[in-house]
């Protein structure tokens, strides 16, 4: 593709940002992240990825070369629709074990993969609502 004006493709300070809301299956953060990494080419353009129970978000940068980068966030789908599992009805009173399942292995994963941080807080939709200079 080429650059050009008005192009987000290839421009600097350009991130492709992907988002995943999944109703049903429980994701998997360790799981996803090991099978991300099974695709080096995926896992390399990856620059973070914020996982919750219900939600991923990977954010790509645009200098990648547009293919790539398209190809990585189909590859990421494909690995959050086969390393989730089913949901099972929650009873509060065993939500703090189903949290230390799900929060399992977090400790390994490298930094780009952002598991209850302040990053993985930030709603981008009310970005009012996460302020660390809050007056």
């Known amino acids: 593709m080429s650059k050009g004006p008005g192009r987000l493709?290839?421009?600097?300070?350009?991130?492709?940002?992907?988002?995943?809301?999944?109703?049903?299956p429980e994701i998997r953060p360790v799981r996803l992240w090991?099978?991300?990494?099974?695709?080096?080419?995926?896992?390399?353009?990856?620059?973070?990825?914020?996982?919750?129970?219900?939600?991923?978000?990977?954010?790509?940068s645009a200098l990648d070369d547009v293919e790539a980068v398209a190809d990585a966030i189909g590859h990421t789908f494909d690995a959050i629709l086969?390393?989730?599992?089913?949901?099972?009805t929650v009873d509060f009173?065993?939500?703090?074990?189903?949290?230390?399942?799900?929060?399992?292995?977090?400790?390994?994963?490298?930094?780009?993969?952002?598991?209850?941080?302040a990053l993985a807080l930030m709603d981008p939709y009310n970005p009012d609502a996460f302020a660390i200079f809050g007056a």
């Open 34 to 60: 090991q099978r991300l990494m099974e695709q080096p080419e995926v896992e390399s353009l990856i620059v973070h990825i914020i996982v919750s129970t219900s939600h991923v978000s990977a954010t790509f």
């Open 82 to 88: 086969t390393t989730s599992d089913p949901v099972r």
């Open 9 to 24: 493709s290839g421009a600097e300070g350009v991130l492709w940002h992907a988002e995943w809301i999944v109703l049903g």
């Open 93 to 117: 009173d065993d939500f703090d074990e189903l949290q230390s399942k799900w929060r399992r292995g977090i400790e390994t994963l490298p930094s780009r993969v952002q598991i209850d941080t």
